[in-house]
Nanobody, 120 residues
Framework: QVQLVESGGGLVQAGGSLRLSCAAS????????MGWYRQAPGKQRESVAAITTGGSTTYADSVKGRFTISRDNAKNTVYLEMNSLKPEDTAVYYC??????????????WGQGTQVTVSS
């Protein structure tokens, strides 16, 4: 099995910064794209940012220029640096990872979520 453990959420004032981390562990053979999603109350889960093994990144328009996704392949960890936070960034942030686990079995898992609250 593969597990994702997230950390780094919290309460911050508008204009502030937070850094989220997500570490994958378990019987991992290889990891493909890792990404961050978020879900605000009453809204659907949306993609925030993603990064491939090679380092190619994509961002939601709403976070471009403010958020930066990165990964440490040696540690199977993905990060989300969030700057210039706005109240509308308030949500539960989820990490997602897909790849292959031992036995070359495809997997796709989610983290437990971490709350980010931005006060105005």
């Amino acid at each position: 099995q593969v597990q994702l453990v997230e950390s780094g959420g919290g309460l911050v004032q508008a204009g502030g910064s937070l850094r989220l981390s997500c570490a994958a562990s378990g019987s991992i053979f290889s990891i493909d794209t890792m990404g961050w999603y978020r879900q605000a109350p009453g809204k659907q889960r949306e993609s925030v940012a993603a990064i491939t093994t090679g380092g190619s990144t994509t961002y939601a328009d709403s976070v471009k220029g403010r958020f930066t996704i990165s990964r440490d392949n040696a540690k199977n960890t993905v990060y989300l640096e969030m700057n210039s936070l706005k109240p509308e960034d308030t949500a539960v942030y989820y990490c997602n990872s897909g790849g292959y686990r031992s036995g070359y079995v495809r997997y796709n898992v989610w983290g437990q979520g971490t709350q980010v609250t931005v006060s105005s």
